[in-house]
């Protein structure tokens, strides 16, 4: 699978380098994402349980709990689509954890 703005997790990483369990978990995000071949969205609680699906156009939020990190993907087809990532006070700044503001 195909993952678009890759670059905002490598950015991600690279801000956090001294922190080696969030650089690998966004590693092995990375991995699960573009090394998966789902055909159906659900599948993707199968590879990653933190997957929290927060719109039913396929938009996920990944808990990268080892840092409290949430990043946004959107699932289509065979890409996937990095939306935002950020901190959890980020995203109850950005989102207010309402799947109305998600949506929009």
Known sequence: MELLRKHKL?????KNRGNTKLVKAIDKLISDIEN???TKQSEIKETRPDADCVHS???YFFDLNVHRTMILVVF???EATVIWTGLHDEYDKTFKGNKSTIEK
């Open 10 to 14: 490598i950015k991600l990483k690279n």
């Open 36 to 38: 998966g071949n789902r």
């Open 57 to 59: 156009d396929g938009f």
């Open 76 to 78: 289509e087809e065979n």
